[in-house]
């Protein structure tokens, strides 16, 4: 019974080693896969990384030195743990929404809280006491909703929110694992140990580990398990035995420090080493890959690995993390494997590859990892390989080579060259093209050398191609394109043809030339051309340049044996097939991803075979394999946070796991203001990712791609909103939108209970006004009554006014007679005043010269009559009786002007009121002195004695108030 267990056993391994592993072999990596590093600086955490996980939104958590670590694309955010040691383990519980660590002598989980900010609650209270005192918590799993976390002495078993139940066996133990929801460890001393009803349990022939450390335990197959040591070797174990593993590359893992292994989707395993970087090999024990820090990683000592949603391989370093994208077809010939400038030429003859650079030719083995050595003799521009024979032409910036007894060896003189054509129907002949023309080489024993250099063509001649005719055509990408028409012998050229925009090529510039499906064709500025030979002008080809966008430039094609055209154009780079149907198909969105890496001055594509091709890069080359199918999966756009900034400080209103939800938040209108910061879960050149947004109820539409992260809006108007937000990866995938949906309240001016205190302040009014109307209607009834009581009332008024306007008027008819009647009188009394003055000094002189006459004695006969005659006028000048009547007419007209003198001053004398009288007519004193009949001097001192008699002051004017009185 015995043996047949055995037989049973050996069949069983030899089977699996053997036609099982077969189905999943995987071919070796051509050059280095791209890789990503993160520094401490980047993600501001200690250099040492533990653990790395993605929760169901595809945020990836890093456990380390000081805290767990959480990046979600576009930031880094770190949270510690209560006792603030380091985070050694992490496990998401996409379930529970919970992220569990463990710690130094603690353990515990993180939980958002209302905003969404993680919170660390431990669970070391649960812990029974005398279970409390242990060290780090290296491993954490679930197994059947419980979560396992395991150190070195216990395993501590948590039902969520309810007790802890510990596995205490009576040796250390080391690092736990789960394979099919099983939890295996080794116990010192006994060996590989499976738990079961809690408690450990001894596997059949686990105790061959019973001294040997376990680095990792993964699936193999069905039925056997694949056990990683430490330094031990790797062993396939089918739950009876375990048997060292024969592997293709064993001699590579005899000397390694295995600290963790990772089985990876496409079935091969991910081994991060303590001081050699990263292996990667297949079932059969192939080594695929070994990157270490030379070859790009941020450092040798990998403490753990996890492969993310995206199928990229995330390293936890001794000091940083390293993202790798191993999921990618592409790898990079570079620096790193030896290779030193930019790609411009590849070949691959038998089993050596050749890669020509700026710098120099390279060449390699197949299968010995790709460690490109120059050759020697070919410093400079490498320009174009060509094999014949098994012989390599080279171009070479100083002239043409061949690669002979392993060396690079100059056979002819000359300028640079570019390329070799064989010449049709002439086995051995090729034509050179050179940067001044074109010359004819012959094979020979030797090698190869020069014929001739033809003359009358000296342009630059890179691009050259015999058509079915025989034509040489040569393609300037400055002037446009020649056609060379050689003597049948090949002695001489026969003729020259030149084609450019004026032959039906849309431009002088930019033109190439391919051979596709055997026949040449023009790509142009726009467009692919061919010659139509019967009207001797280029003619657009409608078929291949339908494949195409009307504005773009292909700069480089080439076909492989199965028609599939590589092309690199100014907008894209991908592969042109047709499908069964014959309709033509583009794949050019994985290659998003290295097209901004690709050499921009002259592009270049060299499919090597069926399944890989090289293109030339701005560093050495990009290999592309056919074989790998990269799935772009989904991936998701998330809003990290939302943010209040409406005041002088942001408030942080939500982030990430709480913006979740059809909850709508309902904002203040003095919050108005919000920022939206935003990422995606696609970790590969995230810097290439874009986003679109838009505020739904506010924007007209998406805004244009963006690489921002970030959108502001201030002073939102009140309303409802939903805030969406999507990504664009670099692959061209659009992520389905996030949403976040909230309102902002209207002032409380534009409120509910506004509007309805204005409507009852409305009614109010309405019913003011209408009360106002119905009392001012009122109010102007009476009005009107009392207006028309008024106007009949205004009406006898007006009678009665027209009455006294009539009495007045006949009252003022009767004033202006009298006051004409009066200065009639006046005029009269003036009249009769210069007449009485001029009687006077009439009289006055009569008399005076009668008694001039007298005294002279001429009259002596007549004395006494003349004495009479002088009497009488004397008396007819003082004669009161002419003072009278004037004194009567000037107080009729001066209204008692003597009389009233004559009371206010009882004491003036009659020559006083006289001479008062004739002040009030302002007559001048020497009309004063004739009626006093006195001299000018008499009436000075006339008024010097009125002037006391009225009391006057020196100041007063005797005059004006004599007219005043």
Not at 416 to 427: E, L
Not at 524 to 550: C, E, Q
């Amino acid at each position: 019974m015995k043996s047949v267990v055995q037989f049973a056993l050996i069949y069983s391994v030899l089977f699996v080693l053997s036609s099982g592993f077969s189905s999943m072999a995987q071919s070796r990596y051509w050059g280095n896969p791209f890789v990503r590093n993160f520094s401490t600086e980047d993600f501001k955490g200690g250099i040492q990384s533990w653990g790395v996980a993605q929760d169901e939104r595809e945020v990836v958590y890093i456990a380390n030195n000081f805290g767990l670590l959480e990046y979600d694309g576009a930031e880094w955010n770190r949270y510690p743990v209560n006792n603030g040691t380091k985070v050694r383990s992490l496990y998401t519980s996409k379930s529970q929404g919970r992220v569990y660590v463990g710690s130094q002598s603690d353990f515990g989980y993180f939980e958002p809280d209302k905003l969404g900010s993680l919170q660390y609650f431990s669970l070391k209270k649960l812990i029974p006491e005398k279970h409390r005192n242990f060290d780090e918590v290296w491993r954490i799993y679930e197994i059947d909703g419980k979560i396992c976390f395991t150190t070195f002495k216990n395993i501590y078993i948590y039902t969520p929110d309810k007790q802890i139940t510990v596995v205490s066996p009576k040796n250390p133990i080391e690092f736990s694992f789960k394979v099919k929801n099983k939890l295996y460890t080794m116990e010192w001393g006994v060996g590989l140990t499976e738990l079961e009803n809690g408690k450990l349990k001894l596997l059949p022939g686990g105790e061959k580990f019973a001294q040997s450390r376990i680095a990792s335990i993964l699936p193999f197959d069905q039925a056997n398990l694949l056990i990683f040591t430490v330094q031990d070797g790797v062993y396939l174990y089918n739950g009876i035995n375990p048997v060292l593993m024969k592997m293709d590359d064993a001699n590579v893992l005899q000397h390694l420090v295995i600290n963790q292994a990772v089985l990876l989707k496409d079935g091969s395993y991910a081994i991060g080493t303590q001081n050699d970087g990263l292996y990667i090999m297949n079932k059969q024990g192939a080594l695929l890959l070994h990157l270490t820090k030379a070859d790009g990683l941020y450092d040798n000592t990998i403490h753990t690995l996890y492969q993310d949603a995206h199928e990229n391989l995330w390293l936890g370093l001794n000091n940083g993390l390293s993202l790798v994208e191993i999921s990618s077809p592409f790898s990079r010939i570079d620096g790193a494997m030896g290779v030193s400038g930019a790609g411009y030429a590849a070949l691959k003859i038998n089993n050596k590859v050749y890669l020509g650079t700026t710098s120099s030719l390279y060449e390699a083995e197949i299968g010995q990892h790709h460690n490109y050595k120059p050759v020697p003799n070919s410093t400079g521009q490498v320009y174009k390989l060509r094999n014949y024979h098994d012989k390599l032409l080279m171009g070479h910036h100083t002239g043409p080579y061949m690669i002979k007894n392993g060396q690079a060896q100059k056979f002819a003189d000359g300028n640079g060259s570019w390329d070799y054509i064989p010449v049709p129907d002439k086995p051995g002949y090729f034509i050179l093209g050179s940067y001044d023309g074109i010359s004819l080489l012959k094979e020979d024993r030797d090698g190869f050398q020069l014929v001739r250099k033809y003359k009358g063509f000296e342009e630059s001649s890179r691009v050259l191609e015999f058509d079915e005719q025989g034509n040489l055509w040569i393609a300037h990408g400055y002037k446009g394109v020649f056609r060379i028409r050689f003597e049948p012998d090949y002695s001489k050229i026969k003729a020259i043809g030149f084609f450019n925009s004026k032959n039906g090529l849309p431009s002088d510039q930019l033109v190439n030339m391919e051979r596709l499906q055997g026949k040449l064709y023009f790509p142009a500025l726009t467009g692919i051309y061919r010659f139509d030979y019967s009207k001797n002008v280029f003619v657009i080809d409608s078929v291949f340049s339908s494949y195409f966008n009307p504005d773009e430039h292909i700069a480089e094609m080439e076909e492989d044996v199965q028609g599939n055209i590589y092309f690199i154009s100014d907008q894209r780079v991908g592969i042109l097939t047709l499908n069964k149907f014959g309709e033509p198909e583009i794949k050019s969105k994985e290659f998003n991803a290295i097209s901004d890496r690709l050499n921009d001055d002259l592009p270049y594509i060299k499919i090597l075979d069926l399944n890989h091709v090289l293109l030339g890069a701005k560093d050495g080359f990009i290999h592309y394999d056919g074989l790998k199918n990269k799935t772009l999966y989904p991936f998701n756009t998330r809003i990290t946070k939302v943010v209040n900034t409406s005041f002088e400080q942001d408030s942080l209103l939500f982030s990430e796991r709480a913006v979740i939800g059809d909850d709508r938040l309902h904002l203040p209108y003095k919050q108005n203001s919000l920022s939206f910061t935003y990422s995606s879960s696609f970790y590969e050149r995230p810097e290439k990712t874009q986003y679109q947004y838009y505020l739904e109820n506010f924007d007209e539409g998406w805004s244009n791609w963006t690489s921002k992260t970030e959108k502001e809006y201030t002073n939102l108007p009140e309303g409802s909103y939903v805030f969406h937000v999507r990504a664009l990866n670099i692959h061209g995938n659009i992520s389905e939108a996030e949403s976040f949906a909230f309102s902002v309240a209207p002032p409380f001016y534009r409120s509910r209970l506004a509007i309805v205190v204005y409507i009852i302040l409305g009614l109010f009014l309405l019913g003011a006004l209408l009360y106002y109307l119905e009392k001012r209607y009122r109010r102007e009834k009476l009005k009107i009554i009392e207006d028309k009581e008024r106007a009949l009332s205004e009406k006898d008024s007006e009678v009665k006014e027209v009455a006294k306007l009539s009495e007045k008027k006949i009252l003022r008819l009767k004033h202006e007679k009298q006051q004409s009647e009066i200065e009639h009188m006046n005029r009269e009394l003036a009249s009769s005043t210069f007449h009485l003055i001029n009687k006077n000094e009439l009289l006055n002189n009569v008399k005076l010269e009668l008694q001039s006459i007298v005294k002279q004695g001429e009259l002596q006969q007549h004395g006494e009559e003349v004495k009479r005659i002088i009497k009488n006028i004397e008396q007819n000048i003082t004669s009161d009786s002419d003072w009278k009547q004037f004194e009567l007419h000037f107080n009729h007209v001066h209204g008692d002007f003597t009389k009233r003198l004559q009371d206010s001053y009882p004491e003036m004398t009659p020559q006083e009121v006289k001479l008062s009288t004739y002040l009030r007519l302002n007559l001048s004193t020497k009309e004063i002195a004739q009626l006093l009949s006195i001299s000018v001097r008499g009436v000075e001192i006339s008024r010097y004695r009125l002037r006391k008699r009225l009391n006057l002051e020196r100041n007063d004017n005797l005059t004006d108030y004599i007219l005043r009185f």
